[in-house]
């Protein structure tokens, strides 16, 4: 009997440093409470980048896996459930209804995430942004860089809302967030157009313009969310 197998997608250095934490708190070596390594020793045990150790620390940080304390590190979440951890995937396919189902979610978190940013943002969070989108304009044309560029930029404007809720509401969205992404970058025929949408969200933000950074985010929504069905309607034709 034939069996049709998916190939394999290849993960980014951040996805794998998750895969890595994730296995190392599911077979108990890391529990709740324990405090993880710092970002330099992290950096020199893995052989990484600061930036991908930044982006997976962010990415477990919004799944509620790990808390970081100000001054004092970051802990595996006291109250993090292993099955938590499990349920974390890298894709999901997804066809029309799933496209508008998700944006029937990510619109509302997003446009209020985008608002309380104006109101919050720090100085620091405000430069991880600009970088975020000098990241985004410096890969254009590489779909995995852009996606992953673009991921960071809607978490940390999550993360600007200082909102617990709200950051940790996009654990189910991040994974199905990815293949959207991907699905509105694929369908993107003018590519500066999509830096100059974020960069409006930027700006806004920035300005501490909250009304502004609502409109833009949903300006940005609404242009995504018809690429994605676009790109998904293209992929069902084989194009």
Known sequence: MAVDLEPIERMTVSEEIIKKLIDLINSGVLGPGD???SERELMEQLKVSRASIREALRSLGLAGLLETRPGNGTYVSECFSSLIAGQVEWSALLGE???????EVREPLEVQAA???AQRATVTQLEELRQAIERLRSNLGDVEQEVAADLVFHTIIAEMAQNRVLYRLTLGLRNLLREYIKQATSATETKMSTVEEHQAIFEAIEERDEARARQAMVRHLQISKQLALSGQARRGKGG
Do not use: C, W
Not at 97 to 103: F, G, K, P, R, T
């Open 35 to 37: 405090k993880l390594p």
């Open 97 to 103: 209804q799933d496209i508008l189902e998700l944006m």
């Open 115 to 117: 608002g309380l940013a």
